[in-house]
């Protein structure tokens, strides 16, 4: 079975995604209408009509839906590709349920010996449409186990499969007897949660990141295992929260360098915008008037926009500068990387992003003030060019952040990925 035949085991960003929801696909199997007998047509002829109406628009919406993107694969190639992905996954759903409804004729035995492998590769790989489709045709194979005595759900955890996961959450029967069984080796799944995977420590950028995500579903283990398994041992006399100590120990050193080192150059950039918006605020632009001491353009409205942009570029760069610091200084211990140092992250990240744009500002002001007062075009290059710094920033930078933001403060991982209910 290969992963990428589901929609689950293609990694599409975000652009790929929305195309994907939107690009129709031909359906193999028609639909069948119901055709109004006479009864209908003389006792709500209004409501007949009605529906065949909506039945009219509905499909000329269709067909002018595909139309419409037919002309966009031709404009934008990519599109073939997403539409021909989304077929191979509608037809591999399709495939499945018809194979399904064949195997429901065998008896338990030839069902069981047919199907649990398939089940359990299914879970292994994430692909949770195929393991819905095979619990709504075949429920008992639920609870089928591979050589190791490992059940769906200790797989699912062992290798991080979330979308395995949430769809076994929501079946609360299912789910207790699951979580309370041990493998051949004594390990609960808050044990296999401590285990690291190591095969999917690459969806994440970034060991500090790896280390939360690590986290995350060592807690989100927890949240379901009754408390008598806390502090439950395995074969080889381990309780959960050792295992994942021992197992973790190189990641939590990699992220506290990967932190460290971001940090630091991070303290650099920050340091040196306070340092340049210190020395603007001293040595204001044009100069002071002699008598009274103001600064000759205090009257000018861009000069307004100096003063407030490079008052926010040195606030905003010192408060970078301390939360960078804080990072530096932090003690990295084990449950700080799913919170506390992400959180400082990205407050240094923002707020070293506002003092840049702010810094950009404040430059873009002082210029205009100096060389463009009767050269209003001056202004348009110059601001052109303020830019470059800005986007290279966001382009470079932003990805991380939207990462940080998304896994601490986003949905997250777990939630929920079926209707299915037991």
Same mark, same amino acid.
């Given at each position: ?52 109406? =909506? ?80 619990? =709504? ?22 290798? =991080? ?169 932090? =003690? ?91």
């Amino acid at each position: 079975m290969k992963e990428f035949t589901f929609l689950s085991g293609s990694h599409l960003n975000f652009w790929q995604q929305l195309l994907y929801y939107c690009v129709p696909v031909k359906s193999t199997s028609r639909s069948r209408q119901r055709r109004p007998n006479t009864n209908d047509l003389e006792n709500d002829s209004q409501m007949v009509k009605t529906k065949y109406v =909506r039945i009219y628009f509905r499909t000329v919406i269709k067909k002018l839906h595909t139309l419409i993107f037919g002309v966009l694969e031709i404009v934008v190639p990519p599109l073939k590709h997403i539409r021909k992905k989304k077929l191979i996954h509608h037809n591999a759903v399709k495939y499945a349920e018809s194979l399904c409804e064949k195997i429901e004729t065998l008896n338990d035995k030839e069902v069981d010996s047919i199907v649990s492998r398939p089940l359990l590769d299914a879970a292994c790989y994430d692909t949770y449409e195929l393991v819905e489709i095979i619990f =709504r045709k075949f429920p008992s194979l639920a609870y089928c186990y591979d050589q190791d005595s490992k059940n769906i759900l200790h797989i699912a955890i062992e290798h =991080r499969c979330e979308n395995v996961f949430n769809l076994i959450c929501q079946m609360s029967q299912l789910q207790h007897q699951l979580m309370v069984s041990v493998d051949s080796s004594g390990n609960t799944v808050l044990h296999l949660a401590g285990k690291m995977a190591r095969n999917k420590l690459n969806l994440v950028s970034g060991p500090a990141l790896q280390m939360q995500r690590e986290l995350q579903w060592f807690k989100e283990v927890k949240k379901i295992v009754p408390p008598l398994y806390w502090e439950s041992l395995n074969g080889e006399k381990n309780a959960p929260y050792v295992v994942f100590t021992d197992e973790h120990e190189k990641l939590k050193v990699d992220g506290e360098k990967w932190m460290k080192d971001t940090s630091s150059s991070c303290t650099i950039a920050a340091a040196l915008i306070a340092t340049i918006a210190f020395a603007a605020a001293i040595t204001v632009p044009g100069g002071n008037e002699q008598q009274s001491g103001l600064p000759i353009f205090s009257g000018n409205i861009a000069f307004i926009i100096f003063a407030i942009s490079n008052a926010a570029s040195l606030f905003t760069s010192s408060t970078s500068l301390l939360v960078f610091l804080s990072v530096l200084t932090s =003690r990295y211990a084990e449950e700080d990387f799913l919170h506390t140092l992400p959180r400082s992250l990205i407050l240094g990240l923002l707020t070293l992003f506002l003092s840049i744009t702010s810094m950009m500002i404040s430059f873009s002001a002082t210029v205009y003030l100096v060389f463009g007062q009767k050269k209003a075009w001056v202004l348009v290059p110059v601001a052109t060019m303020a830019c470059l710094p800005i986007t290279s920033f966001v382009l470079l930078q932003f990805p991380l952040l939207v990462a940080l933001i998304s896994s601490t403060y986003g949905a997250g991982i777990f939630g929920k990925k079926s209707n299915l209910l037991f």
